[in-house]
């Protein structure tokens, strides 16, 4: 049965979805579920939370709590728009969006509580790789979790499910060859040259390579907030600008009134996807293979550490690593036989420092 209600203009907005606005002259104007039925619980408890001048959301959320049909899409949005979504990590919205917007439109207009556990494993079993699979089931997972929280739905159905990655070592380490190789087509006071050495001897993360500028240099040091967990934890790294950054910096400057060291073409900060794209250029002119990519340089100058002699806390003062257990993932790539060459010298060093008791004894 179709019910007309008043004081709802209904439209078809430009992505294909069926819009409800409710507009009462002397009341605000309220949007009411997308794409939703309007005989649905969810849909009538929202417009009668309008008319009375309560909040929407509340009225949707004590529907669904009692087991009502609210809609995948629904709850979607809510949660992309939540606090809890937009304060996790700028990288993991920009993974997981996508993502749930698949889920929207795949099933979005059936009701929240039917996506159960069977429907779930049947959704990423249709995944490409083990690693695309980790990432929907991660991306599900906290809209689900999230949803128990907010009373949508009474049980998650992601809690039995586990999910394996797939065993890597991640980005391909740089080695010296290689860095040798694009230094020798990069020299000192070009762009290309200046991105090195910020990645490999300041050991960057990309997204804090690009954001890097005059206002983080202080007496010498580099004096920085690491983008990756900015919001929860929060780590400042402090390390003195070592001599070959310091004059790729001096002999390639930025723009007066730019903010960070590497710009592009028309002097304005890179964005990620477009450092990936030139720096990739940069490493086609040094006749690198594809597995060089950004956040290798990173890897490689945690490396150089290690075969430098530097203890694991030397390196994590550096890379702005908390656990010791990231460093030492990050320089696996490390000269075991010239660590083993040092480990010996050090032990035949302090057998000849030893003083023989006899000899103590006597002194």
Request: net charge positive; proline share 5%; glycine share 8%.
């Amino acid at each position: 049965m179709q019910v007309r209600l008043k004081f709802i203009n209904t439209w078809t907005d430009h992505l294909g979805r069926q819009r409800y606005r409710f507009r009462r002259r002397g009341f605000p104007h309220v949007e009411l579920p997308v794409d939703s039925d309007p005989n649905s619980p969810e849909f009538m408890s929202a417009y009668t939370a309008a008319l009375r001048g309560e909040r929407v959301d509340d009225a949707i959320a004590a529907v669904t709590a009692r087991g009502g049909s609210g809609t995948v899409v629904n709850a979607i949005e809510q949660f992309l728009n939540s606090t809890t979504f937009k304060g996790s990590a700028d990288g993991t919205q920009a993974q997981r969006r996508p993502i749930l917007k698949s889920v929207a439109r795949l099933v979005g207009k059936l009701p929240l509580v039917k996506m159960d556990e069977g429907w779930v494993l049947r959704w990423l079993e249709t995944a490409s790789t083990a690693n695309a699979k980790a990432n929907r089931f991660a991306a599900l997972k906290a809209f689900t979790k999230w949803a128990v929280d907010m009373k949508f739905i009474a049980e998650d159905p992601c809690t039995g499910i586990k999910v394996k990655t797939a065993k890597s070592d991640g980005h391909h380490t740089w080695i010296l060859e290689e860095i040798e190789q694009y230094r020798a087509r990069h020299p000192v006071g070009t762009m290309a040259r200046l991105a090195l050495e910020l990645l490999l001897t300041a050991t960057a993360r990309r997204g804090d390579g690009i954001a890097l500028g005059r206002q983080h240099v202080r007496n010498g040091w580099l004096v920085y907030t690491q983008e990756k967990n900015r919001k929860r934890k929060p780590m400042t790294v402090e390390i003195p600008i070592p001599a070959s950054l310091a004059a790729a910096i001096e002999a390639c400057p930025s723009p007066p009134e730019a903010l960070t060291f590497l710009t592009n073409e028309w002097g304005r900060p890179f964005g990620k996807k477009s450092f990936n794209t030139q720096f990739r250029k940069w490493c086609d002119e040094a006749g690198l293979p594809e597995r060089c990519v950004p956040h290798g340089l990173r890897k490689g100058g945690a490396t150089l550490m290690g075969n430098s002699g530097c203890t694991v806390h030397e390196i994590a003062a550096v890379t702005g690593h908390r656990t010791l257990k990231e460093v030492q993932r990050y320089t696996e790539a490390y000269d075991r036989k010239q660590a083993a060459v040092r480990a010996q010298a050090k032990v035949a060093a302090a057998k000849d420092n030893v003083v023989p008791l006899k000899v103590a004894a006597e002194r």
